[in-house]
């Protein structure tokens, strides 16, 4: 099975700079599609940014030329540097990846950004 483990989050002010990490685990090939998606409160869950085994990334329009998703020299582990806070990026955030055609998930780690 699958297992992925994110760390990285905490408080910041607004302007600040956040960096978050994801390692997968298990019975998996080294190299997966993943990404991360964000739930603020009461708010929906939605698509913060993803990477493809070729490299390939897309992002949410809200978090475009203020966040990079990239991977380290180690297998299945992702980054979200995130960059240029604002209150609306207040959410936890949830690490994804893609094996056997099915979306995994790791618990979240808590952002708070401050004005």
């Known amino acids: 099975q699958v297992q992925l483990v994110e760390s990285g989050g905490g408080s910041v002010q607004a302007g600040g700079s956040l960096r978050l990490s994801c390692t997968g685990s298990?019975?998996?090939?080294?190299?997966?599609?993943m990404g991360w998606y964000r739930q603020p409160p009461g708010g929906p869950r939605e698509l913060v940014a993803r990477?493809?085994?070729?490299?390939?990334?897309d992002y949410a329009d809200s978090v475009k030329g203020r966040f990079i998703i990239a991977r380290p020299s180690a297998p299945n582990t992702v980054y979200l540097q995130m960059n240029f806070l604002t209150v609306d990026d207040t959410a936890v955030y949830y690490c994804y990846a893609l094996a056997w055609n099915r979306d995994f998930w790791g618990k979240g780690t808590l952002v708070t950004v401050s004005s």
């Open positions: 298990g019975s998996i090939p080294s190299i997966l599609p």
């Open positions: 990477i493809s085994t070729d490299g390939s990334t």
